[in-house]
């Protein structure tokens, strides 16, 4: 994650686009902080975040607890701090799978076409038909809660916007002449797929990648909130869950959870945006004249 934003950042840099791009550049901000939370939570956590002490149960912020304790006595500083690992690490699986599924399926069905394409676009079709978080909890309700089975459920709802995406892109480029140069100088499928079409839906896979992670991380709290989530280890949607019973006595409980959602999701979006009019000519010409 930091070697990506790092190349975000240089890559503004080298456009001088950095400092009209607002919305990359508090992205960027927003999930370097994040990124850094997550890496040296063990280091930055004042308590053991799953060390029960019932004689300090709802204890109020103070200096020694700035967030408060929960119902068992637990610092949710700490778990707020530990939660951040579990929730990029569930965005990071599930964005990377669903891009791999979607670029296979995407790729398969337009540069082959014909029957393949019909039938893998009307499966994705069928998949898109449900509501996506009915779906995701259909799916964790047959095979359990739990963070795999979390994680293989929002990958089964995701994957199908990517290979949309990757189909759209391949229809438009494979017919181009360097395609069509590159199969007659001998290269195979493979390689002109990989090195002359796939590159050409980089662009608009890196931002629905940036802003799937958002969603991703948002959908993976409310499936947590639920009950269907991560429920053994520290995570933002169960520790709402918990607090939900002492919001009157203790909000802190579910206000401290709730902005670590908000800003992450925010800075997804942040980030996206930025991508998406960094990397869309018509945006930066409407940027560059202004």
Not at 15 to 44: C, E, P, V
């Amino acid at each position: 994650m930091l070697t990506f934003l790092t190349v975000i950042l240089t890559r503004g840099f080298e456009m001088k686009y950095r400092i009209k791009n607002r919305s990359l550049l508090a992205g960027i901000i927003i999930l370097s902080f994040l990124t850094f939370i997550a890496l040296f939570a063990a280091w930055l956590a004042p308590h053991d975040p799953e060390a029960i002490d019932l004689d300090l149960r709802l204890t109020p912020p103070n200096s020694e607890y700035p967030f408060g304790t929960d119902h068992l006595g637990r610092c949710v500083l700490s778990r707020v701090l530990f939660a951040s690992r579990i929730s990029l690490m569930i965005g990071i699986s599930v964005v990377t799978l669903s891009l791999f599924t979607g670029i296979v399926v995407g790729t398969t069905a337009g540069y082959i076409g014909g029957l393949a394409d019909e039938v893998l676009m009307r499966f994705v079709d069928g998949v898109l038909a449900f509501p996506s978080m009915f779906l995701a909890l259909a799916i964790v309700g047959l095979f359990g809660g739990g963070l795999a089975n979390m994680v293989l459920a929002l990958v089964l709802i995701e994957w199908t916007g990517y290979a949309r995406v990757v189909r759209a892109s391949v229809l438009t480029v494979k017919s181009r002449e360097f395609v069509t140069a590159a199969k007659g100088f001998g290269g195979n499928n493979l390689y002109v797929i990989v090195r002359h079409v796939l590159p050409h839906a980089s662009s608009p896979l890196l931002v629905m990648g940036t802003l799937g992670m958002g969603y991703v991380i948002l959908a993976s709290a409310g499936l947590s909130f639920l009950g269907f989530g991560v429920q053994t280890l520290p995570e933002w949607g169960a520790m709402l869950n918990e607090g939900r019973y002492f919001l009157r006595t203790a909000p802190y409980l579910m206000i401290f959870p709730g902005i670590s959602i908000m800003l992450t999701v925010l800075g997804f979006n942040f980030l996206g945006d930025g991508l998406r009019d960094l990397l869309d000519p018509k945006s930066k010409q409407k940027q560059d004249s202004l």
